[in-house]
């Protein structure tokens, strides 16, 4: 069964560095969406992504975030200048249409800034 | 803005015992979707059981089953014969029509005890 996958698994870097997550989302799915979720918090909505756009974004997803698709088959979420508050661990999600109605997630990558 | 609430942060129930889970959500939309995930400690989100709203017969899949009232709008998840990997964080979720996010309760920790 197709799988969302996401590396590194686990991320470390120093406050102030930039990172870059990667995903793959399955296939022949159109829309991607970021997640994140801080230890022992809910999972909170970061961007959704249709298009080569962002489709919606929350308030958490400020100037120090970027998505892209760059190669049609890897979906990146970016921190710029990383603060010790980003530490999370971080979901990719895909869709198939917007006819249907489950996203499937990945694994996760924890992100630990120091 | 639609908000879930999940009031019960953890729950221990016996191996082979049924368990409920309790979700209550706020929307103003007439047709949405209502998810179950189960985080186990490996962290990645695993869709247990899925609820469109207009249909009124309550979904099931094998030992999951949800309660689902509509005019309440509650969404409590039945774990019946709990199993010892049942163990793990469930998190109630909704997401209203088109491509949206998804909008996550803040989940409930449950130990099956052997």
């Known amino acids: 069964e197709p799988e969302v996958t996401q590396t590194p698994s686990h991320q470390v870097t120093q406050m102030g560095q930039e990172v870059i997550l990667r995903c793959v989302p399955i296939?022949?799915?159109?829309?991607f969406y970021w997640y994140r979720q801080i230890l022992g918090q809910k999972v909170e909505f970061l961007v959704s992504?249709?298009?080569?756009?962002?489709?919606?974004k929350s308030e958490i997803f400020d100037d120090q975030f970027s998505v892209e698709r760059p190669d049609g088959s890897n979906f990146t979420l970016k921190i710029r200048s990383t603060k010790l508050e980003d530490s999370a661990m971080y979901f990719c999600?895909?869709?198939?249409?917007?006819?249907?109605?489950?996203?499937?997630f990945g694994p996760g990558t924890r992100l630990t800034v120091l | 803005a639609q908000t879930v609430t999940q009031s019960q942060p953890e729950m221990s129930v016996q191996e082979a015992e049924t368990v409920t889970l309790s979700c209550t959500y706020d929307?103003?939309?007439?047709?949405?979707?209502l998810f179950w995930y189960k985080q186990p400690p490996s962290r990645q989100m695993i869709l247990v059981i899925r609820?469109?709203?207009?249909?009124?017969q309550n979904a099931t899949e094998n030992r999951f089953s949800v309660n689902f009232q509509k005019a309440a709008k509650s969404f409590s998840l039945k774990i019946s014969d709990s199993q010892l990997g049942d163990t793990a964080m469930y998190f109630c979720?909704?997401?209203?029509?088109?491509?949206?996010?998804?909008?996550f309760g803040q989940g409930t920790r449950l130990t099956i005890n052997p």
């Open positions: 999600a895909s869709l198939p249409t917007v006819s249907t109605d489950t996203q499937y």
């Open positions: 296939s022949n799915h159109l829309y």
């Open positions: 992504f249709y298009n080569n756009e962002i489709s919606e």
């Open positions: 929307t103003s939309e007439s047709n949405y979707y």
């Open positions: 609820q469109e709203a207009y249909k009124q």
């Open positions: 979720a909704f997401r209203g029509q088109g491509a949206q996010k998804l909008v």
